[in-house]
C-alpha cells in the first residue's frame, strides 16, 4: 500500500505557475504508474496528466497539453505537476493518484492522495 500527499497549490494569477508536489510512502514510487487529476467545484473528476513508472512517457489531457508538465524523481518518491499560463478555468482540487501500468490506458487507479487546492483568480 502507498500513502500520497499532496502540496504547492495555493492561489495565483492568471498567467501565473506553480510546481505542484506529490510525495509518496509506504512503497517504492517506482512500482507505479502516477497521475494527476482536478475536479472543479460541480464538475466531475477530471484526467490531467500521467507519467509512466520510470518517467520515459507522459500524457497529457488536451486541456493541459503544452502547459502541464508532469515529472518523477523515484528517488525522492516524489512526482511533480508544474502548472504554467494558470487560467481562472485551472482552478480545482488537484489530486495525484498511483496505480498499476495499465492505468495509463485505464485511468483507473488504486491508491490517492486527499488533495491540494490551487486557485487562479481573473
Known amino acids: 500500500q502507498v500513502q500520497l500527499v499532496e502540496s504547492g497549490g495555493g492561489l495565483v494569477q492568471a498567467g501565473g505557475s506553480l510546481r505542484l508536489s506529490c510525495a509518496a510512502s509506504?512503497?517504492?514510487?517506482?512500482?507505479?504508474?502516477m497521475g494527476w487529476f482536478r475536479q472543479a467545484p460541480g464538475k466531475e473528476r477530471e484526467f490531467v496528466a500521467a507519467?509512466?513508472?520510470?518517467?520515459?512517457?507522459?500524457y497529457y489531457a488536451d486541456a493541459t497539453k503544452g502547459r502541464f508538465t508532469i515529472s518523477r524523481d523515484n528517488a525522492k518518491n516524489t512526482v511533480y505537476l508544474q502548472v504554467n499560463s494558470l487560467k481562472p478555468e485551472d482552478t480545482a482540487v488537484y489530486s495525484c493518484?498511483?496505480?498499476?501500468?495499465?492505468?495509463?490506458?485505464?485511468?483507473?487507479?488504486?491508491?490517492w492522495g486527499q488533495g491540494t487546492q490551487v486557485t487562479v483568480s481573473s
Open positions: 493518484a498511483a496505480g498499476p501500468p495499465m492505468a495509463v490506458a485505464t485511468r483507473e487507479y488504486d491508491y
Open positions: 509506504g512503497r517504492t514510487l517506482s512500482t507505479y504508474v
Open positions: 507519467i509512466s513508472r520510470i518517467g520515459t512517457s507522459t
